[in-house]
């Protein structure tokens, strides 16, 4: 089992619904990352925090709304999604920057209905 | 041209075979390289870093060829364990960002 774990598992809101997805991290890390995963496309990054932080946006759509209070917790606040927002998105925590592992949690399949 | 890029399989393979798999990244300025492995409905985890001298763990071996920019995963004596999608990530010297390729399946078959 890893160190970060991901609320809900599984998630299915309408369009006009206002959700939000957090990830823990129990490795004292000081990064973390939120990513998409849509069936046959590689692992998309949205963001990435480290020390709080955020240093790094992928141009994604506004209504996905990044929050990291503090270095063991990121939440990714959810409105207005479409369908095609539905996927798996994994959260991931590293000691430091891109070249350290990184551990993913167990995920949030997301439905967009 | 897809930043990183895998043959996405799958491979079924029989139990005991040995398997390769490549991977071509297109940033000559790649700097770190690895392999994660995804088992099915599972998150990635981390498998072997891929270091220029190429490197081995157990039955495990991943080579780096900066000059034609691909690396490779080598498993012998394969196991029904090993059956998962084997993701190739590339990171870029001094950024944050690991850019992962789709995933090669594998299937081990009995």
């Known amino acids: 089992e890893t160190g970060v774990t991901q609320t809900p598992r599984h998630l299915v809101m309408g369009m006009t619904n206002k959700k939000s997805l957090k990830c823990e991290q129990h490795?004292?890390?000081?990064?973390m990352y939120w990513y998409k995963q849509s069936a046959k496309k590689p692992l998309e990054l949205m963001f990435v925090?480290?020390?709080?932080?955020?240093?790094e946006n992928n141009s994604v759509p506004s209504r996905f709304s990044p929050e990291c209070p503090n270095s063991s917790h990121l939440f990714l606040h959810l409105h207005t999604l479409q369908p095609e927002d539905s996927a798996l998105y994994l959260c991931?925590?590293?000691?430091?920057?891109?070249?350290?592992?990184?551990?993913f949690g167990p995920g949030t399949r997301l439905t967009v209905l | 041209r897809k930043e990183v890029e895998q043959d996405p399989g799958p491979f079924n393979v029989p139990e005991g075979a040995t398997v390769a798999f490549n991977c071509t990244y297109s940033n000559s300025a790649s700097q770190s390289f690895f392999w994660y492995r995804q088992d099915c409905r599972k998150e990635p985890k981390l498998l072997m870093s891929?270091?220029?001298s190429g490197n081995e763990d157990g039955r495990f071996t991943a080579q780096l060829n900066r000059a034609s920019q691909y690396i490779s995963l080598l498993i012998r004596d394969s196991k029904l364990s090993d059956s998962a999608t084997y993701l190739c990530v590339v990171n870029y010297f001094g950024n944050e960002k690991l850019t992962f390729g789709t995933g090669t399946r594998l299937t081990i078959i009995p």
């Open positions: 891929v270091y220029s």
């Open positions: 991931a925590s590293s000691q430091g920057g891109g070249v350290d592992t990184q551990y």
């Open positions: 925090y480290s020390l709080e932080e955020r240093v």
């Open positions: 490795l004292g890390h000081n990064a």
